[in-house]
């Protein structure tokens, strides 16, 4: 398996690898998301229904306009005739109202008890006194000032007329007076209120004489009524500034003043600077007759007659008396003829919305304990999953709200009325996630309810912040729950998460003063006076020692140290402790493959669970690749690769999709990845046949082993531990795996336990035989075999007469040879090796075989799996005490103890526990903004061009003028952190695709690809977050040569497709020459490929103005027509006779003035010579002579005259404006993936993209 190793994956590229495989899973459970889609849209389908019967019936003839049969044309005949004539109370809204009724103007009267007097709160001795409101008698208050006393006087006098006036018989007439009612108004006009409320009218007038009630008649529907008219009388009182003013009308409103007292005025009016030449008024009325509460229908003012009084008042004064402007009547507009609705989508639209709500939490819930279940969630991060794209991705929080939300709620509920809970109580309730959420819901509800039955909108932004809806509450606690909520989640899985909790207490490991987690000696403890060891055989006592020294010389050469690792596992219900792992000492070194061999329950397992991190050890170590698996498990998972005893699979999931997630968080990508799971798959016989397409549910037993051994060695991890690899496979697939995991184990540490001696044998370069928790032999197969099985296997078969013959046979040849088995004349001894030579056998069986019958015979050299039958056994075991002791002096100088008090502050302690809890989010953040931005600079002579790997960006280029001045040419920003926000591409790098795409779409291979839209409706140079957005790596920097930055961009970054690797390189040559070099790789899919340079030239200095009198000539004799979005129509125009021909040298400005804005369009460059760059461009400034050359292979040129900056505030403090700078991109033609007549930009897979440009500077 050829992997490469790349590195630890990054967060992203973790969380990329994990989103994709959860994609994957759900497109397998298709019919489960199909139903969870289709959820919401069967509610949606009936609440229509609802809404249907509802409308069916409402819409019945008793709420529908009344009719009648009439005889309209005297026929004698009877026709259907509806009409608000015809119609009851109930009816009449319904009806059509072709032509309104018109209605006198009116004012908003105050009513008698409520008009303003002098009082306490308004001590104003010009008021009417109190006592006129016992008689009725109150005027209304009109209020006026401005910076002219005496024209406000003359304006206020005028506004009322007088009773000589009068004339009780017409209304019209009466009307032009200041008519007015106390009536509430309302939401429509087609019946004033003022004249079917049995109130009665106000004519206000300067003056009233006696007996000035009287009655009008008026026309309602063909009905005649008489409208009782009173005169009031209209006080009109100066108040020296509107601040006064605006003072007493806030102390006659009822809630602000204690009395709860309310001194209700006409209206006010500030006439301000109002002049015989300039008439400026502000009128004061009363809106809370408006009802704009939110809850209803906003009702009509009477604010045009005030309007209308102040109007004429003005005309009087400067025309004369008897000039007016007539205000007849008002009117509503016409209406036809409604049906009676209620909006059941938003009243029930509260309850439906939460069901769809809650139809993620199976989804969430299935994934969680599916992966929990199954196991796969440690598996992953044993492969190297964080904890932080785990959780970003997968949400795991979600669990805890739900599940804590019903109990809680219930048991709450229970106890609490919630119909009538107010105030407090309703914040204490939507302190539980569920009853927030349906309490959002219910007031986008009920504003869009209101806003369908008055005519305007829902709820918008600003009504978030009304203190009536509660909206605030509910959004404060949902985000304060959000973050409680994700830290305590955190927190539980990563103190009592199984096998890798890191204890209650793990924030507060900071504080102990320990070791640097490093490779050290370990520590042995002493009992009283005596070394506390273990006693073992000489070859595992000699390992010990090996790690001993191996730690005391801090060795990197081995991939694992085990460093006196035990497990004990403590006693329950009255049992005893369970030794599990008993001070294991083991060095493997890399490239080498160590076997454990042990029976059931000697603690291989308990072994390995420790190394993977799934459980803890109880005392000692071990390093993995220097780094310690006690508090360093999280690094050490970047470079593991384990398969476990049990396949932990997804059932849905193929087999490639399986090595591609893995793959993906080794940090595989692109064409590495499709090489190193199509290897991995073929080397354990899952390729062919389709196979590796096929669900991991639907494997055999021996198919899912496979995968599992695939899955532990992609991505060149350091360490593989293999728990029986082999376990049921056929011995052609067994030989084939085997042979997968010798070729693997090249460089890497494998530990491997196994039932299977021959697969031992096979596989391991040593083996160690696990028994009762320790090793009790350790070796190579064939020391092992020498040391412990140093005999042969004699065995004969003959008749029960000759048995002991065959015995005698034996001795003679062997003296110490001992019969191990005997049954039916069959017997079988050990020969030790020492004392019999092979050929001596073979003459004594000869010579048995003449003397009588032999009916079997055979010799054989011991085998590993006697070997291990004797460890297991007790015959070469020993006690724990034995014969590996360590003189103490000796000991001495080579461990040594360390001892050290644990300092805990109780006042830092309380401190970093609030840090460790607010911060714990931070774990999660590792964006681009945390990577390396740098400026480097290339430079000859007085050449100097500076750059950044922030978006392969050029920051400046400096070059001498004519007279030796050194200037930067190029516009940009004064500081790094500006290019973050750079919306006008200031010297970057643009892509994948430069330039406009229309629509934000294109269509590759019979496939529909979405870009992100950036321009209105289309895609500008890459996208929102293109390649000028990004932070590119400097992968070689040579100030006098070059720089190359690299990136790589990922399937679907922007929407475009397929995997793609960019490099792009500066080149400076001589003291005038700069050369850019965009080359691009496509991986995995075909897709459009269109880098440029984006710098703003102006030659006669980055600060110097515009560039209009630059000349310019353009070696492309055709463009690319654009419409009003700059998007190409398909066509390619020549440019002769048109502003865009710059074949000749001109200025800039020359034919500016014939475009809209400026330039900004592609030529079409002409072409040159077979593999040679043709020229595209030259720019000169006369005042500075510096003069611009470029070179490109690329068929287009865009010409832009940075129509767009507007204001741009640039280095130096210069602010860039419009035609500051000239842009000329090299490129493909825009929107080419839409136009199959211009040339393609498509790069296929393992195509290789080359963009070249070449500037040379001179000046003269």
């Known amino acids: 398996m050829a992997d490469t190793s790349h590195g630890p994956a990054s967060f992203w590229t973790q969380a990329n690898a994990l989103l994709r495989k959860n994609l994957t899973f759900q497109k397998r459970n298709i019919k489960q998301n199909i139903r969870l889609v289709s959820f919401p849209i069967l509610l949606c389908l009936l609440l229509v229904l609802i809404q249907y019967l509802v409308n069916n019936e409402l819409d019945k003839p008793e709420n529908r306009c009344g009719c009648s049969c009439v005889d309209t044309n005297g026929d004698g005949k009877c026709e259907k005739v509806c009409g608000l004539e015809y119609?009851?109370?109930?009816?009449?809204?319904?009806?059509?109202?072709?032509?309104?009724?018109?209605?006198?103007?009116?004012?908003?009267?105050?009513?008698?008890?409520?008009?303003?007097?002098?009082?306490?709160?308004?001590?104003?001795?010009?008021?009417?006194?109190?006592?006129?409101?016992?008689?009725?008698?109150?005027?209304?208050?009109?209020?006026?000032?401005?910076?002219?006393?005496?024209?406000?006087?003359?304006?206020?006098?005028?506004?009322?007329?007088?009773?000589?006036?009068?004339?009780?018989?017409?209304?019209?007439?009466?009307?032009?007076?200041?008519l007015g009612s106390e009536s509430t108004p309302d939401y429509s006009n087609f019946l004033d209120p003022a004249f079917i409320s049995g109130l009665p009218l106000y004519s206000v007038q300067s003056q009233c004489s006696q007996n000035s009630t009287f009655s009008v008649p008026i026309n309602i529907l063909s009905i005649k009524i008489q409208q009782e008219v009173r005169c009031v009388q209209g006080l009109h009182l100066w108040r020296d500034s509107s601040s006064e003013i605006n003072s007493e009308l806030y102390k006659g409103y009822e809630k602000s003043n204690s009395e709860r007292k309310i001194n209700e005025i006409l209206s006010a009016?500030?006439?301000?600077?109002?002049?015989?030449?300039?008439?400026?008024?502000?009128?004061?009325?009363?809106?809370?007759?408006?009802?704009?509460?939110?809850?209803?229908?906003?009702?009509?003012?009477?604010?045009?007659?005030s309007v209308n009084l102040a109007s004429n008042a003005y005309l009087q004064f400067v025309q004369g008396f008897g000039t007016e402007m007539l205000f007849e009547f008002v009117k509503e507009m016409p209406k036809p003829e409604t049906k009676l609705r209620l909006d059941f989508s938003s009243l029930l639209g509260t309850l439906f919305f939460t069901w769809v709500i809650l139809q993620l939490f199976p989804v969430v819930l299935t994934s969680l304990v599916y992966e929990r279940q199954q196991k796969l969630r440690i598996m992953m991060k044993m492969h190297g999953l964080g904890d932080g794209p785990y959780w970003m991705i997968s949400y795991t929080y979600f669990l805890t709200v739900s599940s804590i939300y019903m109990l809680c709620f219930v048991i709450f509920g229970s106890g609490i009325d919630v119909k009538t809970a107010t105030g407090g109580w309703i914040i204490v309730l939507e302190l539980y996630p569920g009853f927030s959420l349906y309490r959002g819901l219910y007031e986008f509800a009920q504003y869009s309810f209101n806003g369908n039955y008055m005519g305007t909108d829902g709820m918008r932004w600003g009504d978030l912040s009304d203190s009536k809806n509660g909206m605030t509450e509910v959004l404060i606690i949902m985000v304060v729950e959000w973050f409680v909520v994700l830290l305590f989640a955190y927190y539980v899985d990563q103190a009592v998460s199984s096998g890798t909790g890191k204890g209650t207490f793990f924030c507060f490991q900071r504080f102990r003063k320990k070791k640097l987690p490093s490779l050290r000696m370990r520590s042995l403890q002493r009992q009283g006076s005596k070394v506390s060891i273990e006693m073992e055989k000489p070859d595992v006592c000699q390992e010990r020692e090996k790690v001993e020294k191996l730690l005391l010389d801090s060795d990197t050469t081995h991939s694992v140290i085990c460093d006196n690792l035990k497990k004990v596992y403590p006693g329950r219900d009255g049992n005893p402790e369970k030794f599990a792992v008993r001070g294991l000492s083991l060095a493997l070194s890399r490239g080498e493959c160590f076997g454990m061999l042990g029976p059931n329950g000697a603690g291989k397992t308990s072994f390995i669970s420790m190394m993977?991190?799934?459980?803890?050890?109880?005392?000692?170590?071990?390093?993995?690749?220097?780094?310690d698996i006690r508090t360093q498990m999280d690094e050490i998972y970047t470079s593991m690769g384990v398969c476990p005893q049990h396949d932990l699979l997804w059932e849905t999931l193929t087999g490639r999709e399986h090595v591609l997630f893995y793959g993906r968080l080794k940090n595989l990508k692109g064409s590495v990845l499709t090489q190193a799971v199509e290897e991995s798959l073929k080397s354990v016989n899952l390729f062919h046949g389709g196979v590796a397409d096929k669900q991991a549910g639907k494997y055999s037993g021996g198919m899912k082993r496979r995968l599992s051994v695939a899955i532990s060695l992609i991505g060149d991890p350091k360490v593989v531990y293999m728990d029986e690899p082999s376990t049921g496979l056929d011995p052609a697939s067994r030989n084939n795996l085997w042979t997968a995991v010798k070729r693997a184990k090249q460089?890497?540490?494998?530990?491997?336990?196994?039932?299977?001696?021959?697969?031992?044998?096979?596989?391991?370069?040593?083996?160690?035989?696990?028994?009762?928790?320790?090793?009790?032999?350790?070796?190579?197969?064939?020391?092992?075999?020498?040391?412990?099985?140093?005999?042969?296997?004699?065995?004969?078969?003959?008749?029960?007469?000759?048995?002991?013959?065959v015995e005698n046979l034996v001795l003679r040849l062997s003296p110490s040879a001992n019969r191990i088995y005997h049954l039916s004349g069959t017997q079988k001894f050990e020969l030790p090796k020492h004392e019999v030579r092979i050929t001596d056998v073979f003459e004594a069986v000869e010579n048995a075989k003449s003397r009588f019958t032999v009916f079997a015979w055979g010799l054989a050299d011991t085998t590993l799996e006697d070997v291990f039958i004797k460890v297991e056994s007790n015959e070469f075991r020993v006690p724990i005490v034995s014969h590996c002791f360590v003189p103490e002096q000796s000991w001495a100088v080579h461990t040594f103890a360390v001892t050290k008090s644990v300092y805990f502050s109780s006042s830092m302690a309380k401190i970093y526990l609030f840090l460790c809890f607010l911060l714990l989010p931070l774990v999660f953040d590792r964006s681009e903004a945390n990577e390396n931005v740098g400026i480097y600079e290339l430079k000859k002579g007085d050449f100097s061009v500076k750059l950044t790997n922030y978006g392969a960006t050029v920051l400046s280029v400096i070059l001498p003028d004519k007279n030796g001045k050194l200037d930067d040419i190029v516009l940009g920003f004064e500081s790094l952190n500006e290019y973050a926000n750079d919306s006008v591409y200031f010297g970057a790098i643009v892509g994948r695709v430069a330039n406009r795409i229309g629509g934000a779409q294109f269509e590759l291979n019979g496939v529909q690809y979405k870009l992100v839209a950036n321009d209105g409706n289309n895609t500008l140079h890459g996208g929102l977050k293109g390649f000028s957005d990004v932070v590119w790596t400097v992968k070689s920097h040579k100030e006098d040569s070059h720089i190359t930055f690299t990136y790589d961009s990922l399937d679907g970054e922007q929407g475009f497709p397929g995997d793609l690797s960019v490099s792009?390189?500066?080149?400076?040559?001589?003291?005038?020459?700069?050369?850019?070099?965009?080359?691009?790789?496509?991986?995995?899919?075909?897709?459009?490929?269109?880098?440029?340079?984006?710098?703003?030239?102006?030659?006669?200095?980055?600060?110097?103005?515009?560039?209009?009198?630059?000349?310019?000539?353009?070696?492309?004799?055709?463009?690319?027509?654009?419409?009003?979005?700059?998007?190409?129509?398909?066509?390619i125009a020549p440019v002769k006779g048109t502003p865009y021909d710059f074949l000749e040298p001109q200025e800039i400005g020359s034919k500016i003035s014939g475009l809209p804005d400026g330039y900004d369009i592609n030529y079409v460059l002409d072409p040159s010579s077979p593999n040679h760059l043709r020229k595209a461009a030259v720019l000169h400034d006369s005042v500075s002579g510096r003069k611009l050359e470029l070179w490109t292979n690329k068929p287009g040129l865009q010409f832009y005259t940075s129509n767009m900056l507007d204001n741009v505030h640039g280095k130096g403090g210069f602010v860039y404006r419009k035609h500051a700078a000239v842009c000329l991109e090299t490129q493909g033609f825009p929107d080419a993936v839409n136009h199959p007549n211009f040339p393609s930009q498509i790069v296929k897979p393992r195509e290789n993209y080359l963009h070249v440009m070449l500037y040379r500077f001179t000046a003269a």
């Open 87 to 178: 119609s009851t109370l109930t009816q009449g809204p319904s009806c059509p109202v072709p032509d309104p009724p018109q209605w006198p103007p009116l004012l908003q009267v105050p009513a008698p008890d409520y008009r303003a007097v002098m009082s306490d709160v308004i001590p104003h001795k010009d008021l009417p006194n109190v006592a006129c409101k016992r008689s009725g008698s109150c005027p209304v208050t009109v209020l006026f000032t401005g910076t002219n006393q005496s024209l406000g006087e003359v304006l206020a006098g005028s506004m009322f007329r007088s009773s000589s006036t009068l004339n009780s018989s017409d209304l019209d007439y009466l009307a032009r007076s200041a």
């Open 269 to 305: 009016y500030d006439f301000s600077n109002s002049n015989g030449n300039n008439f400026n008024v502000s009128i004061w009325y009363n809106s809370t007759f408006k009802n704009d509460m939110g809850r209803g229908a906003i009702a009509l003012m009477r604010l045009p007659r």
């Open 612 to 627: 993977i991190g799934l459980t803890k050890s109880t005392s000692g170590t071990a390093y993995v690749q220097g780094l």
């Open 747 to 805: 460089d890497r540490a494998i530990i491997l336990t196994t039932h299977s001696m021959e697969e031992a044998e096979v596989l391991c370069d040593r083996l160690g035989i696990f028994v009762d928790g320790s090793l009790q032999c350790i070796g190579n197969p064939k020391e092992l075999k020498a040391r412990y099985g140093g005999s042969y296997v004699f065995t004969m078969t003959t008749s029960s007469n000759h048995e002991q013959e």
């Open 1064 to 1131: 792009v390189t500066y080149m400076i040559i001589d003291t005038n020459k700069l050369a850019i070099r965009m080359e691009a790789k496509a991986h995995n899919k075909a897709t459009p490929v269109n880098l440029a340079h984006h710098t703003y030239w102006n030659l006669r200095g980055q600060n110097s103005g515009d560039i209009l009198s630059h000349t310019i000539q353009l070696l492309g004799s055709k463009v690319t027509p654009v419409n009003d979005q700059l998007i190409p129509t398909g066509e």
